[in-house]
């Protein structure tokens, strides 16, 4: 009995190291995919604000086509003015543009720059990027686009990741059985 009791130690602590590798390996990829999934629109805000302090218009800025936030993938802009109002917008959500959470503005007069997981109505959640311009004219422009296609991707690597982890917990036991087994005394 000593030997199984010892045998169930090994692998209960092989079995929590190989969870928090796994926990650890998901973490990391969800937040590098999460990161990396605003990268266009920094630029792309980036560029519209230093079009609009150079005193381009919002019309040359923002697109005409309309995006439908709720279904296409492609990005689009909001262009706000000083106090908050709406400019410009090349996205809308079931014909409007929607508001921001409160407070967002607040942060990038502060700062400069937010980067923000916004999710307007459920179901739509949208990687933004507000920048603040100053210049001719003052205000901010958010950039962004879906998450659909990275959430699906990190869910589908959280799949991935619990089946590995599985086989591993499984591995593990055979491994530290066979081992129990083959030191037995005969």
């Given at each position: 009995?000593?030997?199984?009791n010892?045998?169930?130690?090994t ?14 390996v998901?973490?990391?990829?969800q ?9 266009p ?14 005193g381009?218009s919002v019309?040359?800025?923002v ?6 936030m ?10 706000f003015?000083?106090?908050?109002a709406v ?9 409007n ?5 409160a ?17 307007p109505i459920g179901?739509?959640r949208?990687?933004?990027?507000i920048v ?8 901010y422009?958010?950039a962004?686009?879906?998450?659909e ?6 869910s589908?690597f959280g ?19 066979a081992?129990?087994w083959?030191?037995a005394?005969?």
């Amino acid at each position: 009995m000593p030997k199984l009791n010892r045998a169930l130690f090994t692998w209960l602590t092989l079995a929590v190291l190989a969870t928090a590798v796994c926990f650890l390996v998901y973490f990391v990829q969800q937040q590098t995919w999460r990161a990396v999934a605003n990268d266009p629109q920094i630029q792309m805000a980036r560029d519209a604000a230093a079009a609009l302090a150079a005193g381009k218009s919002v019309d040359t800025v923002v697109p005409k086509d309309t995006v439908d936030m709720e279904r296409s993938l492609a990005p689009f802009f909001i262009v706000f003015d000083e106090k908050g109002a709406v400019l410009g917008a090349s996205g809308a959500l079931r014909g409007n543009v929607p508001r921001l959470p409160a407070g967002v503005l607040d942060n990038v007069r502060n700062r400069g720059e937010e980067r923000v997981t916004w999710q307007p109505i459920g179901g739509v959640r949208i990687a933004s990027v507000i920048v603040s311009y100053s210049g001719a004219r003052q205000g901010y422009v958010l950039a962004g686009r879906s998450l659909e296609e990275t959430e699906t991707r990190i869910s589908q690597f959280g799949n991935l990741i619990g089946l590995a982890w599985l086989a591993t917990l499984v591995g593990l036991f055979v491994v530290v059985a066979a081992g129990n087994w083959m030191l037995a005394p005969a």
